[in-house]
């Protein structure tokens, strides 16, 4: 039961991440939309759709991946029977992964490519978050502060 339990929280923990995500994504798709007809599929009409946004358009869209890392992360630890910084981490490393892939998949500016480290930087954190509860040193009484 202990490892049905862990992989349902890593389950829970990257859907919930991913949908944190893709919702932050679409917000900033309102704030800068796409041509009228835009067509995703169209490498010549993303990469000069992309080339396009000012640097502020990627902002939400750096929040949004770190998200991910960070809330499926403390998400998937806190949920998990054990090993929470396993399970931060994994996440972590699963959203990073998926960084790398859009990376080299969509023509995104090259300075976007700074976000990657931070992928396992969150997710660490998202985990000693959960070490610290489990382990007494956060209390609700330091919450309330």
Same mark, same amino acid.
């Given at each position: 039961?202990?490892? *049905?339990?862990?992989?349902? @929280?890593?389950?829970?923990? =990257? ?8 919702? =932050?994504v679409? /917000? ?14 169209? @490498? ?5 759709? =992309?080339?396009? #946004?000012?640097? %502020?358009?990627?902002? *939400?869209?750096?929040? /949004?991946? =770190? &998200? ?7 998400? /998937? @630890?806190?949920?998990?029977? &054990?090993?929470?910084?396993?399970? @931060?981490?994994?996440?972590?490393i699963? %959203?990073?992964? &998926? ?5 080299? #998949?969509?023509? *995104? ?10 992928? *396992?930087?969150? $997710? ?6 959960e ?8 209390? $609700? ?5």
């Amino acid at each position: 039961m202990f490892y *049905l339990k862990t992989f349902g @929280a890593l389950v829970v923990g =990257l859907y919930l991440g991913m949908k944190f995500n893709m919702d =932050l994504v679409n /917000a900033n798709m309102n704030l800068f939309p796409p041509p009228e007809g835009f067509d995703w599929t169209d @490498a010549v009409a993303t990469e000069a759709y =992309l080339s396009s #946004l000012p640097a %502020s358009a990627f902002v *939400l869209v750096i929040l /949004a991946h =770190l &998200g991910q890392a960070f809330f499926g992360g403390w998400l /998937a @630890a806190r949920l998990a029977p &054990g090993y929470p910084m396993r399970m @931060a981490m994994t996440i972590g490393i699963l %959203s990073m992964v &998926g960084g790398i892939m859009n990376q080299m #998949l969509i023509p *995104l500016p090259a300075w976007t490519w700074a976000e990657i480290p931070f992928y *396992l930087i969150v $997710a660490y954190g998202a985990g000693m978050l959960e070490v610290n509860r489990r382990s007494g040193k956060i209390t $609700a009484k330091d919450t309330s502060q």
